[in-house]
């Protein structure tokens, strides 16, 4: 929460009288426009106005007022500014204005420390309880039941778990409940596994604790290597260490965000030594990341329209298809490029916007953020009748959608399954053809959103024990109205997981394909042999995934179609091209083409990419500006060896 007070010099009020309104409402009425239901106003006169608002920065926040106050009046030179990690004092000759992080009133409401954190439920709620009864801790002078508590964080990474210890390390000190070093009052250490530092092992980390001076600090420690089985008695020992330190230290455990038999297995391994409350944060919700972007935004005086946020989750979307997502990390990183976007588009314009108001920004704006959203432009039909060699499969998908479309009218037909098995080798489409199912479902109205999420099946697979079930079903929470595309679906049959983790997953998601079968699309693909000893191995798995779209490989006339495809779209070229690119594609090997290692259309991107490389090259020597495919081009590209060797005949230099 911050505070804020302005305060107007009487001898300036005085000069101002005469004009229709006076400098404390010109002020109050511009934080209005600023800050709108934030605001709260706790005190106004003649020549003062005290507020306060629920979030923010204090340094942003009071160079937003500071810019309001030039904007409103001609203020005299001499600006002193006083800032320190929670406050900030601007003073004029007419005017002072301070903003402050209001901490002091923070124990009336704990709660409030945490205005700025998204999610973490179960500690908000421990805090209350802190709060509550730290005034009966000093009156029994029983500080020592809370000096001997310690934490158990559930947490997957990207959810903030260095702010939030830090967080907490504040809210303790205000609540006088633990004395705290000022510097460096929250350490953090891997335990059993390699650091920037080398191996951090536990006799290498109660070593660190006992030569430690000044001990008074919260140090959490990520204990996940050693909650495998296996490992168990390294971690019991591991704890019976560390109690010695128990009055000088808080001590918090950290292990990712696993199901609760499993947690409930660690816990009851900590309780045996040490008193413990432990403190489950679930995935962000699509919900929490929205609020997470909002709150990052209004620090900086920009809101987004409302039909824009179908951009933002689109981009979210993107990030997460990879497996690769940070949370709010992540979410920071979009702002950052909303921001970016924005100030593009404000640069462009005539009228810029005020500074210190709150600025829309809205969804034209944005349609750059988020590629996968800005080709939604054209139908997913059209964009798979752009695809080379896919006539059958495009007619097959227009007879699933007529097919469920009509359940979708006749409530008398149940509505069939849509979950597919995609068959095929590398390279035939499967991934594209994936990803434009989901455009077109969403715009038949079969799917609620159509966003597409990538991932290679061992992805949904945990490092720990009890990680891989809330792993995989908050993976398949994502795709829900969309569609999950597994890539490699065999590998969780065949145990490439480890540990059972691969049939662990595979059962989570069958649930979930059972429980939200009219609400997410999940595709499995890979070779057809492979995809059918999945099916064959895993009970009703085949009867979920009704329909099997095959891929063939594509032929040497289609890979030709293909390349040139991809040079018209971007390249200009000379008429002699089609006639060597044919040539070449004619020439491929047919056994190397029908073999597991020929990658179909990716050996062509592979192609293409190498030939307009060496055509940028050619053309910056000649001293041209633009980029003009020359046969001879692609004939330098086919020489390398990547390309050259999988020719059926080879031409040997000589005389003929």
């Known amino acids: 929460m911050l505070g804020g007070k302005i305060e107007f010099d009487q001898n300036f009020i005085l000069a101002n009288r005469d004009k229709n309104e006076l400098p404390i409402h010109t002020v109050r009425e511009g934080l209005t426009a600023m800050f709108g239901d934030m605001l709260t106003v706790d005190f106004e006169d ?3 106005l005290t507020f306060s608002l629920p979030s923010g920065s204090a340094e942003q926040t009071a160079r937003q007022i500071d810019t309001l106050l030039h904007k409103s009046f001609c203020l005299g030179d001499g600006r002193q500014i006083h800032e320190n990690d929670s406050s900030v004092y601007y003073v004029y000759p007419e005017v002072m204005l301070s903003v402050v992080r209001t901490s002091d009133s923070k124990t009336d409401s704990p709660l409030s420390y945490f205005d700025n954190i998204i999610g973490w439920d179960a500690l908000k709620a421990l805090c209350n309880e802190i709060a509550t009864i730290s ?22 990474d990207g959810a903030g778990l260095t702010t939030v210890l830090h967080t907490y390390a504040d809210f303790i000190t205000a609540l006088e409940l633990f004395p705290f070093c000022k510097d460096d009052p929250v350490v953090e250490l891997r335990i059993g596994m390699k650091t920037e530092d080398g191996y951090q092992s536990p006799f290498d980390t109660v070593t660190y604790l006992s030569k430690i001076e000044n001990r008074n600090r ?3 420690f990520d204990i996940s290597a050693l909650t495998e089985h296996s490992r168990i008695g390294d971690l019991k020992s591991f704890l019976r260490q560390i109690l010695p330190f128990e ?3 808080l001590f918090a455990f950290r292990v990712p965000y696993i199901e609760p038999t499993a947690l409930s297995s660690i816990e009851e391994c900590i309780t045996d030594v040490l008193y413990l409350k432990t403190i489950p944060v679930p995935p962000y919700t699509k919900d929490q990341l929205r609020d997470g972007a909002k709150l990052m935004l209004r620090d900086y005086s920009f809101a987004l329209a409302d039909d824009a946020w179908d951009v933002f989750f689109s981009r979210i979307a993107e990030e997460k298809s990879d497996g690769r997502f940070y949370g709010m990390q992540s979410v920071r990183k ?3 490029e909303i921001l970016w976007l924005k100030h593009r588009a404000d640069a462009a314009k005539d009228e810029k916007a005020e500074v210190g108001e709150l600025i829309t920004i809205t969804k034209d704006e944005l349609l750059s953020l988020s590629p996968a959203y ?13 695809m080379i060699g896919m006539e059958a499969i495009s007619e097959r998908i227009r007879e699933i959608v007529s097919q469920v479309t009509y359940a979708m009218k006749d409530k008398n037909i149940e509505r069939p399954t849509l979950h597919m098995r995609f068959t095929g080798a590398p390279g035939t489409g499967k991934t594209t053809v994936a990803r434009i199912l989901g455009k077109i479902f969403a715009e038949a109205g079969i799917l609620r959103n159509g966003y597409f999420f990538e991932y290679m099946s061992r992805d949904l697979c945990g490092e720990y024990v009890g990680q891989t079930a809330p792993k995989t079903a908050a993976i398949c929470r994502d795709a829900y109205g969309s569609v999950l595309f597994l890539d490699e679906a065999y590998s969780l049959y065949s145990g490439e997981g480890g540990n059972d983790y691969g049939r662990e997953a595979l059962t989570t998601l069958v649930s979930e394909m059972e429980n939200h079968r009219d609400d997410m699309v999940v595709i499995m693909a890979g070779y057809k042999a492979d995809m059918d000893k999945l099916m064959e191995g895993n009970a009703g798995l085949r009867s979920r995934m009704p329909f099997q779209i095959d891929f063939p490989g594509y032929t040497k006339q289609q890979l030709t179609d293909i390349f040139l495809l991809m040079v018209r779209k971007h390249f200009a070229y000379d008429d002699a091209l089609e006639k060597t690119v044919r040539d070449f594609f004619e020439t491929l090997d047919q056994a190397y083409m029908d073999s597991p290692d020929f990658a179909n259309a990716r050996f062509v991107r592979n192609l293409y ?5 060496k055509a940028a090259i050619r053309s910056q020597m000649d001293g041209n500006a633009k980029i003009r495919i020359l046969p001879e081009d692609f004939i330098a590209a086919t020489a390398e060896a990547e390309f050259h060797e999988k020719l059926a005949t080879r031409r040997t230099l000589g005389f003929l």
């Not at 029983?142 to 310690?150: E, P, V, W």
């Not at 990419?609 to 490389?613: G, M």
């Open 46 to 48: 003649l020549a003062l």
């Open 135 to 156: 005034p009966e801790i000093h009156r029994h002078n029983t500080q020592i039941s809370f000096q001997h508590l310690n934490y158990l964080f559930s947490v997957n």
């Open 218 to 220: 919260l140090v959490c």
């Open 247 to 249: 009055s000088d230290y």
């Open 334 to 336: 979009i702002v950052c």
């Open 374 to 386: 800005s080709e939604r432009t054209r139908s997913g039909f059209d964009e798979l009748a752009e």
């Open 609 to 613: 990419e190498r030939t307009w490389s």
